[in-house]
T-cell receptor, first 114, second 112 residues
Framework: GAVVSQHPSRVICKSGTSVKIECRSL??????MFWYRQFPKQSLMLMAT?????????EQGVEKDKFLINHASLTLSTLTVTSAHPEDSSFYIC??????????FGAGTRLSVL | LAKTTQPISMDSYEGQEVNITCSHN???????ITWYQQFPSQGPRFIIQ???TKVTNEVASLFIPADRKSSTLSLPRVSLSDTAVYYC?????????????FGSGTQLTVLP
């Protein structure tokens, strides 16, 4: 199956700093990637769709100036949480379409903002 | 958006067969049904996908009735390591919102 690599797996930062999370498709090209957010004991919530070479599409209620997405190549999308605050602490997961209409997910990034 | 409905939780014992049903009344003609497994602090993992009737792979079976308004994931002889949340999603693979919309999922707890 297709492999999606996400880095880092865990990050702790101080309030007010910015954090970048990388999502890579290792063995296939992904013109579109997706970013999800998951709070404890809750389901995944789609934040945005990352499109290679163009602007990301954000879901309603997601601040695009806080969650910057860059999809500069066919295998890499990045999510930058700018000026992070404790309420941004969450589990962030990326995904990409692989073969046969299947979404493949990264392992996730646990962000803790102190 | 097409919505999926699953039981919030299920308990089972080791060695038993577990069936988790998902309701998707608004499934579209081109939609596939895909099931994922998620362990705590991990990304979802693909289990199985189907369009109609029955699909089987090395870990599970997927049963889809003729009207396709529901589907059942069958896990044979579960073990403690199958304790996880299971999600069903429907969509046509074009990136439409409904295939990206996760329902509540089913928390399966396997007991010794």
């Amino acid at each position: 199956g297709a492999v999606v690599s996400q880095h880092p797996s865990r990050v702790i930062c101080k309030s007010g700093t910015s954090v970048k999370i990388e999502c890579r498709s290792l063995d296939f090209q992904a013109t579109t990637m997706f970013w999800y957010r998951q709070f404890p004991k809750q389901s995944l919530m789609l934040m945005a769709t990352s499109n290679e070479g163009s602007k990301a599409t954000y879901e309603q209620g997601v601040e695009k100036d806080k969650f910057l997405i860059n999809h500069a190549s066919l295998t890499l999308s990045t999510l930058t949480v700018t000026s992070a605050h404790p309420e941004d602490s969450s589990f962030y997961i990326c995904s990409a379409w692989g073969l046969a209409n299947i979404q493949y997910f990264g392992a996730g990034t646990r962000l803790s903002v102190l | 958006l097409a919505k999926t409905t699953q039981p919030i939780s299920m308990d089972s014992y080791e060695g038993q067969e577990v069936n988790i049903t998902c309701s998707h009344n608004n499934i579209a003609t081109n939609d596939y049904i895909t099931w994922y497994q998620q362990f705590p602090s991990q990304g979802p993992r693909f289990i199985i996908q189907g369009y109609k009737t029955k699909v089987t792979n090395e870990v599970a079976s997927l049963f889809i009735p003729a009207d396709r308004k529901s589907s059942t994931l069958s896990l044979p002889r579960v073990s403690l390591s199958d304790t996880a949340v299971y999600y069903c999603l429907v969509g046509d693979g074009t990136g439409s919102a409904r295939q990206l919309t996760f329902g509540s999922g089913t928390q399966l707890t396997v007991l010794p």
